[in-house]
C-alpha cells in the first residue's frame, strides 16, 4: 500500500527561543542538514512515499522557500496553510484529514532520528487500527515526562498521556503516527486541554481508545529527540555530529609568511592527525613554500591583503568538512586537537583563548596589555552579543575549529583582511545563530621571529583599535567595510 505523507511545520517554536525567533524550528539544522529534510528523506528512503504535504504556518515563506516544489528531494510537495498556528497539531492535522481519503503518514517535522527503522512499517496495513502509533523504548524516564507516555498491551496502545506527572514504564510516545481518515471524527470530539487550552493529539487518541477504536504500537528504533527547546536542539545535533564523526575529513590552514624556520615543525606536529595541511604562503619572499612541501604540506602561493585574507582563502580552498586554522609559528601545538574536536560535536565553531595562565608557556607575548586587552574586547563582543549567550576571554587566538557548512553561511559576510578577521569571525557565528563553544588551549614561544601585530606597543594598539572598529561597526550598522 502506497501512503501519502503529512508532515506538519506550522508550529511556532516557542519553547526554542531564540533560536526559533527569526527561522521555523523545522529549519535548524542538525549536522548541516535541516530537520524537515531528514523526515522528508525518511518518508521517501525507508518508506517509499513520494506525494507529501507540509502543512506550514509560521514564517511558512522560509520553509516554503527551502523546500521548493520537492523536485531537488526527489518527492512532490503540496504546501497546506494552518491560518492560526496557535490552535496546535491535532486541528492542524484536520486541515490534512480533509483533504486525504486513505490513510497516510504523519512524522512531525521537528523531530531527529537517527539510525531508525521506519522501513519496517512500509506498507503497513492499519486493518481495523483508526491509527497506529509510533513508541520508542527508552530509560530516560524524563524523556517521557517532557512529551508522552503509552502503555501497550498485547502490541495494543491501551493509554496515551500527554506530559505524565509520573511514569512508570519505558515507553515513551513518539511523533510518527499513521493515520485512517476516521481519526477526524474523534479530534472533532475532543475538547480542548485545561492544561494547554488546545486540542491535544494525545487527548483525541485516547478518547477514541475509549471509545472502542483500536489503536496499534509501532516500535521504533534508534536515536529519537524531540526538539522542544534549545538543550534539546543542542542534543540532537551533538547526536548527529557524533553519529559519522570519524568519517568527517580535517583540514589544518595555516596562513604564511616568511616562516621557513618555523612552519616545518608545525607541519610535522599537526600532519599526522588530519587530512591535509593547507599552506597559505602569502608571496614569502624566503624558503616558506620549499620547506612546507618538503614537510608534506599543500601550498598555495597567493598575493593577498594581509593575515585574515590568507585565512579566509585557506577556508575556502580546504577539502574537509571540518576546518582548522593554526599559526605557522608553532605557537599552538596538536596536543589541543583533539579538545577542539571534542567540542566541535556539541558548537559550530570551537575556539581556542591563550588567556589561561596556566597554560602559557614563558617567553610568549600573552602578557601584561595583550592578555588584559583580549578578555576586556571579548567581554565587550559578550555584552554586544548577550543574547546569543556567548563566553569570550580572548579575541585574537587563531586556533580554532569550524565546520565547513557552518563557514560557508558566513562568508559573504566577512571583510576583513587583517587581524580584525578573528573577531569578526566570532561576531558573523552569533549574528548567524551559531554556537560558538571557547575552551583554553596552551600558548607557546614562538619557533622564531616575532608577532607581525603585537611586537611592539605601536603594533599592538593598531591592532586592537582595527578590532573595535570592526565590532562596533558589525553592531551599530549590522554591516562593515574596509
Not at 500527554?162 to 493515520?179: A, M, N
Request: charged content about 25%; hydrophobic content about 40%.
Amino acid at each position: 500500500m502506497a501512503f501519502h505523507g503529512v508532515i506538519p511545520a506550522a508550529g511556532q517554536g516557542i519553547r526554542a527561543y531564540p533560536a526559533t525567533k527569526r527561522i521555523p524550528k523545522v529549519l535548524l539544522e542538525i549536522a548541516g542538514k535541516p530537520l524537515i529534510v531528514r523526515n522528508i528523506e525518511i518518508m521517501r528512503d525507508q518508506l517509499g512515499i513520494r506525494d507529501i504535504t507540509i502543512i506550514v504556518g509560521y514564517l511558512e515563506d522560509q520553509v516554503r522557500a527551502a523546500l521548493g516544489s520537492g523536485e531537488a528531494l526527489g518527492v512532490d510537495l503540496t504546501f497546506l496553510r494552518c491560518p492560526d498556528p496557535t490552535i496546535g497539531l491535532a486541528r492542524g492535522l484536520l486541515l490534512a484529514m480533509d483533504r486525504i481519503a486513505a490513510p497516510f503518514v504523519t512524522i512531525l517535522g521537528d523531530e531527529l532520528y537517527l539510525e531508525s527503522n521506519h522501513a519496517d512499517f512500509a506498507g503497513l496495513d492499519l486493518g481495523s487500527a483508526v491509527a497506529a502509533c509510533g513508541v520508542h523504548h527508552t530509560r530516560n524516564k524524563r524523556q517521557i515526562l517532557k512529551n508522552y507516555g503509552v502503555k501497550i498491551v498485547d502490541d495494543r496502545v491501551a493509554r496515551v498521556e500527554e506530559k505524565p506527572s509520573s511514569t512508570h514504564d519505558q515507553v515513551l510516545g513518539v511523533g510518527t503516527y499513521v493515520f485512517h481518515p476516521r481519526m477526524a471524527d474523534w479530534i472533532g470530539k475532543t475538547a480542548p486541554s485545561a492544561r494547554s487550552g488546545r486540542i491535544e493529539l494525545t487527548d483525541a487518541l485516547m478518547n477514541a481508545i475509549d471509545g472502542g477504536e483500536r489503536v496499534t504500537a509501532l516500535h521504533v528504533q534508534g536515536q529519537y529527540f524531540n526538539v522542544n527547546s534549545i538543550e534539546d536542539y543542542n542534543d540532537a545535533n551533538y547526536a548527529g555530529r557524533k553519529l559519522k564523526f570519524g568519517q568527517y575529513k580535517l583540514s589544518l590552514v595555516v596562513p604564511a609568511y616568511n616562516e621557513e624556520e618555523s612552519i616545518g615543525y608545525a607541519i610535522d606536529d599537526f600532519l599526522p592527525h588530519v587530512h591535509e595541511v593547507l599552506i597559505v604562503n602569502n608571496s614569502s619572499r624566503d624558503r616558506t613554500e620549499e620547506v612546507a612541501r618538503q614537510h608534506g604540506a599543500r601550498v598555495e602561493t597567493v598575493a593577498l591583503k594581509g593575515y585574515g585574507d590568507s585565512i579566509k582563502y585557506g577556508l575556502d580552498h580546504a577539502v574537509g568538512d571540518i576546518l582548522i586554522v593554526a599559526e605557522a609559528d608553532h605557537s599552538f601545538h596538536a596536543k589541543d586537537l583533539d579538545k577542539l574536536l571534542e567540542y566541535l560535536k556539541d558548537a559550530d565553531m570551537v575556539i581556542g583563548t591563550r588567556t589561561t595562565r596556566e597554560l602559557i608557556e614563558q617567553g610568549t607575548n600573552m602578557r601584561g596589555l595583550v592578555r588584559w586587552g583580549n578578555v576586556l574586547v571579548g567581554k565587550l563582543v559578550e555584552v554586544m552579543w548577550w543574547g546569543q549567550q556567548p563566553r569570550f576571554t580572548d579575541v585574537g587566538c587563531t586556533f580554532r575549529a569550524v565546520w565547513k557548512e557552518a563557514w560557508l553561511k558566513i562568508r559573504d559576510r566577512m571583510q576583513g583582511v587583517g587581524p580584525e578577521f578573528s573577531p569578526e569571525m566570532m561576531i558573523e557565528m552569533l549574528r548567524t545563530r551559531r554556537r560558538v563553544i571557547e575552551i583554553p588551549v596552551s600558548y607557546y614561544a614562538r619557533v622564531s621571529g616575532t608577532s607581525k601585530h603585537s611586537e611592539n606597543y605601536f603594533k599592538i594598539s593598531k591592532t586592537a583599535l582595527r578590532m573595535l572598529r570592526v565590532i562596533f561597526k558589525k553592531r551599530f550598522l549590522g554591516d562593515w567595510r574596509p
